[in-house]
């Protein structure tokens, strides 16, 4: 479909059509779409500085312009051009934000303003402004556009704070919302392009999908790269591991000293072992050997040496020695009769 943005040579259908225009009128558009020399639009307010009259003028002048265009027959003689342009945005989903449909016809600012300019005139084209949920978006089809939005909605609804979910996985409950859609939709790109138009959804530099707001998903700093490199290995890391995976995943200077140290002073990480640190989400707890002895007693009760042992074994990383050793503190921990411990 590239071919056929490329067949259409933008900034010659925009010539022919703002030639049906007298000059202010003409000016006026090409200032305000960046479709001149200068390529950046300039807002009402400029324009009227330029003019001398007020920027409500400037928008009536605007409007004026655009219906003209659309009332002229250089207009119907674009049909074509406007045709080719609506199948392109549909090849990308039917619904796409600008951001990504303007990067995706051109790489030069000034192309990409006279495709803008062509969507502002064609009447196949439907721009909704950016608000709290989406972003500035296209769509040739209104009833897949709200669709696609009530899709996202229930998506997002359905997100926890913590959740980092794969990419094909997301694709699945997103597609389960969409129910009857055109098998032609169906493409991981336009699935990704449509959930990048959700400004509460995003993903992070490992390919995963949360809440955009979640420091799991937009990381910023070193402990957000600690805990998506750790939960990517899906086991405890060395803390010199970690720093070395950020520094490979990331493409982030980690220092070590400093790694570790931001791991001890967050609650999403806890010390497993000498250096090694798992998620809290895992279920291990937190505190040395000794509490954790004492927490699994106090929630299950009497217990043998070796069922302490293979407690404390899913909890740390130590040696069987070490937990033995700390069970012998007759002022925490009491053996019976029956060879079982309880807090003392």
């Keep these: ?94 619904v796409i934000s600008e951001e990504s449909l303007l990067a995706s016809v051109a790489k030069d600012e000034s192309t990409r303003n006279h495709i803008h300019f062509l969507l502002v005139l064609g009447n196949q084209f439907t721009r909704k402004k950016e608000d709290s949920e989406f972003a500035h978006r296209w769509y040739t089809d209104e009833k897949l556009a709200e669709q696609v939005q009530n899709a996202l909605r229930s998506v997002y609804k359905n997100l926890g704070d913590d959740d980092l979910i794969p990419e094909s996985e997301l694709f699945d409950t997103f597609l389960s919302e969409l129910r009857d859609l055109n098998q032609r939709y169906r493409d991981e790109e336009i699935l990704r392009r449509w959930l990048s138009l959700s400004k509460g959804i995003g993903q992070n530099p490992l390919g995963e999908w949360g809440l955009a707001a979640s420091p799991n998903v937009r990381a910023k700093g070193m402990r957000d790269y600690a805990y998506l490199a750790i939960k990517r290995h899906g086991s405890p890391m060395h803390f010199t591991e970690v720093a070395k995976a950020i520094n490979e995943l990331f493409n982030r200077r980690a220092h070590t000293a400093t790694c570790h140290n931001e791991l001890i002073k967050d609650d999403r990480f806890v ?42 074994r899913k909890e740390r990383y130590v040696k069987d020695n070490t937990i033995l050793v700390n069970l012998q503190d007759s002022s925490v921990f009491a053996r019976g009769k029956d060879g079982r411990y309880t807090l003392a």
């Design 1 to 94: 479909m590239a071919t056929v943005i490329s067949s259409l040579k933008p900034k010659a259908v925009t010539k022919r059509l703002l030639a049906a225009l007298p000059d202010r009128a003409r000016e006026v558009l090409i200032a305000r779409y960046g479709l001149g020399d200068k390529t950046d639009p300039l807002t009402l307010e400029a324009i009227g500085k330029r003019y001398g009259i007020t920027r409500e003028r400037v928008r009536q002048i605007e409007n004026y312009a655009i219906a003209t265009i659309q009332k002229s027959e250089a207009f119907e003689n674009e049909a074509a051009a406007f045709a080719a342009l609506a199948e392109y945005v549909d090849s990308l989903g039917g």
């Design 271 to 312: 010390l497993v072992g000498r250096g090694l640190y798992a998620l809290s989400e895992w279920g291990y707890s937190t505190g040395v050997v000794k509490e954790v002895i004492r927490e699994i007693l106090k929630n299950e009760g009497p217990l043998t040496r070796d069922e302490i042992i293979d407690r404390v």
